[in-house]
């Protein structure tokens, strides 16, 4: 469990992401997890959940367990203007 960041290209052009993740993707970043790992990803608040992949390593806030691309967002109804999604 943890908070999750929805990815975007104004994070990477602020600096507070280090990697592009493509929007449509079901990819991932997560520091923990070795490289093209399935991972079960569910939002708690409406049950929805997916299976996604984790992508290349990436540097983001330490606050957020991971991040996520816009499409595994929309799918799971996360809101995307709350920095804090929980999963």
């Known amino acids: 469990?943890?908070?999750?960041?929805?990815?975007?290209?104004?994070?990477?052009?602020?600096?507070?992401?280090?990697?592009k993740l493509d929007e449509r993707s079901l990819t991932?970043?997560?520091?923990?997890?070795?490289?093209?790992?399935?991972?079960?990803i569910t939002n708690?608040?409406?049950?929805?959940?997916l299976i996604a992949y984790v992508?290349?390593?990436?540097?983001y806030p330490a606050f957020n367990n991971s991040v996520v691309s816009i499409r595994i967002a929309n799918d799971l109804s996360l809101d995307i203007n709350n920095?804090?999604?929980l999963y």
């Open 1 to 19: 469990k943890g908070f999750t960041l929805v990815y975007n290209d104004n994070l990477l052009n602020k600096k507070l992401i280090s990697n």
């Open 28 to 40: 991932i970043f997560q520091k923990n997890l070795k490289k093209n790992t399935q991972v079960k």
């Open 44 to 49: 708690l608040l409406n049950n929805k959940s």
């Open 55 to 59: 992508g290349k390593n990436a540097d």
């Open 83 to 85: 920095y804090f999604n």
